[in-house]
């Protein structure tokens, strides 16, 4: 097809149907997806040809505005990848998303108190959810995302702790965490090495998942600014609260080195007690 020809639907169907697309995780692709059909489709008949850079920036500063910084940053990119995979082959000769200046948005800050965790525990058993009991206690337990989740692959249990394996979606890493009793009873204790899980855990039960979680969230005046994922974050402060070393950490969050652990680690008087305590006190 000529070149002049082509346009922004074009090039995204021929990413999606890539190689490009098709290793990333199925929780990246389904981002993808959504980040690629944000475009209605009167903007995805634009041809390539004739998309320029002012146009992206538009498009960025539309989302931004409609949707939040951080979608519209994801946006682009997305179409900044989609591009480029259709510039290398020769669909393209520019890549106009490269221009658009991002101002970047702030690291997540917010963190969840044990309380309010095992109030949304509690409020889904008293609703028979034991499915959304279990998945916000294997959050807590293991400091995961909620796609890693699904990818729990073995239980183990080596001198009365219970480990399980699973296999990051985001950064491929395996990873092996304890976790508590409380998780395993919810679970319905599998036999040690096993693979069978008697609760599903799929991408779309987590779409489920997540519903019923804001629901309650909701239902328990739970601040609007936490999130599902804020749990991961949670779980790592008070990791390093109580004295975890980077490398313990690393072990547990997958984090294949030391300099994303800020992110994820959050602030705290804790914290700076425990410094002041190891200085002067120890």
């Known amino acids: 097809?000529?070149?002049?020809?082509?346009?922004?639907?074009?090039?995204?169907?021929?990413?999606?149907?890539?190689?490009?697309?098709?290793?990333?995780?199925v929780n990246t692709q389904?981002?993808?997806?959504?980040?690629?059909?944000?475009?209605?489709?009167r903007k995805l008949a634009v041809l390539a040809s004739e998309f320029k850079a002012v146009d992206a920036d538009n498009m960025y500063q539309y989302i931004k505005n409609t949707k939040g910084l951080r979608s519209a940053e994801?946006?682009?990119?997305?179409?900044?990848?989609?591009?480029?995979?259709?510039?290398?082959?020769?669909?393209?000769?520019?890549?106009?998303?490269?221009?658009?200046?991002?101002?970047?948005?702030?690291?997540?800050?917010?963190?969840?108190?044990?309380?309010?965790?095992?109030?949304?525990?509690?409020?889904?058993?008293?609703?028979?959810?034991?499915?959304?009991?279990?998945?916000?206690?294997?959050?807590?337990?293991?400091?995961?995302?909620?796609?890693?989740?699904?990818?729990?692959?073995?239980?183990?249990?080596?001198?009365?702790?219970?480990?399980?394996?699973?296999?990051q979606n985001k950064t491929g890493s395996e990873v092996i965490v304890p976790i508590s009793d409380t998780a395993m009873d919810l679970c319905g204790r599998p036999e040690p090495a096993s693979r069978k899980f008697l609760l599903?855990?799929?991408?779309?039960?987590?779409?489920?998942l997540r519903r019923s979680f804001n629901n309650i969230k909701d239902f328990l005046n739970i601040p609007k600014e936490l999130q599902l994922r804020d749990i991961r974050r949670t779980a790592i402060t008070e990791m390093s609260e109580r004295g975890a070393t980077d490398d313990e950490m690393r072990t547990v969050s997958g984090h294949k080195d030391s300099s994303m652990l800020p992110v994820y680690s959050v602030p705290t008087i804790l914290k700076a007690q425990a410094m002041f305590d190891r200085r002067f006190k120890e």
């Open 1 to 25: 097809m000529s070149k002049k020809r082509i346009s922004l639907y074009y090039i995204a169907q021929e990413y999606l149907k890539s190689s490009w697309f098709k290793e990333k995780s």
């Open 30 to 41: 389904t981002q993808y997806e959504y980040y690629i059909n944000m475009y209605d489709g």
């Open 74 to 167: 994801y946006f682009v990119s997305v179409w900044k990848v989609v591009f480029r995979y259709a510039e290398l082959n020769g669909h393209v000769d520019r890549n106009p998303w490269t221009v658009v200046r991002l101002k970047g948005s702030k690291p997540r800050r917010q963190r969840w108190t044990r309380d309010q965790v095992e109030a949304i525990i509690k409020e889904a058993l008293s609703r028979r959810d034991v499915t959304l009991a279990a998945f916000v206690q294997l959050l807590y337990d293991t400091a995961q995302r909620p796609s890693d989740i699904l990818t729990i692959d073995l239980w183990y249990k080596v001198n009365n702790q219970w480990y399980i394996d699973l296999t």
């Open 200 to 208: 599903s855990f799929d991408i779309k039960t987590l779409n489920a």
